[in-house]
């Protein structure tokens, strides 16, 4: 049976501009996609976004009514394959004979519209199915249209931001980050001190700073050169980084051959079993490569609240540290 529509072109720019003035982000593609379910009277909507081109085969669900609707969907055997050809597709009845079932409901009929780039590339569709059999007005297609412009300009805008999020991201990457060893810097350091030493005297945890120093690096430099120094220390790096809990230890390179880790959650005792592991496990990974046997000096301190800031637990770190050297080397002064 072949059901009438009945099309209210003031209730659909109505709500165009209501979305369009509301919404933004994956919110407008959201509510886009509700509002065009209610203003077409269909039983599934989804608008999706291309993931490959020249053939498009699979298209990314941005949205759907029907949240049974896989995240990702093969264009092979249903009606939205050919709106790829960027043009929109009216199939008034037998979707169900002649198409592969979506969530193994009869839809009847089928309504698509490409969504195109500023270039006329189809980039995506709007997917209208309705269980009945039904003839849209052209004057429909003017509408679809103004959606599918509406969405491609959303889509460009969340790409934007989100490509602008990742250079952010970088950014500030590139502000905490050693850009020979990818630690932390010095410059993170301060502020991951500062929030350390403010929880240990709310008594929310227990922390220690280990200071650590690579003996003899003058002499890498020497011997090795410049390049041959910097292997040492992103080699080193990489052991510390291996060899810390993820998201209790931090490390840092402070400058030249000095690195420290700040542990969360641990004490003293903690922090010396930790740094005598790396030692020895430094000590012996370097013995097996051209450099030798590379010791380390260490200085240990807990965080307590009898300091008056961080910088005097710095500072103690750094003094045992030239403990340990003067003591010998290889060693740790906690």
Known sequence: MDNSFKFNPYEALKSILEITSYHTGDEF?????????????????????????????KVKILYSTNDKIPEIIDLNGI????????????IKEHVKYNFLDLL???????????????????????????KDVRELPNELDDIALIYSRKIEREIRRIELENENQLIRNQLQELTIT??????????YFGKVCSDVFA??????????LAYIDIDNFKSINDRFGHDGGDVVLKYFAEILLEHSRK??????RLGGE?????????????????MNRVMNITSEKFSTTRFGEITLSIGIVEFDKKFNSYDEILTLADKKMYEAKKSGKNAIVK
């Open 258 to 274: 000095e690195f420290c880790v700040i542990s969360i959650d641990s004490t003293i005792d903690d922090a010396n079993e930790h």
């Open 178 to 187: 050693d850009t020979l060893t990818s630690l932390y810097n010095r410059r």
């Open 104 to 130: 193994d409901e009869k839809f009847e009929s089928f309504y698509g519209i490409p969504i195109t780039d500023g270039k006329g590339s189809c980039i995506g569709h709007i997917a209208i199915y309705s």
């Open 247 to 252: 998201g209790l230890d931090y490390v840092f």
């Open 199 to 208: 929880q240990v005297n709310r008594d929310s945890t227990k922390a220690t």
């Open 79 to 90: 009606p939205g394959k050919f709106v790829f050809d960027n043009k929109i597709i009216k």
């Open 29 to 57: 593609i959201e509510h886009t996609a509700i509002e065009i379910k209610k203003l077409f009277q269909a039983d599934l909507v989804y608008i999706t976004k291309a993931i490959d081109f020249n053939p498009t085969t």
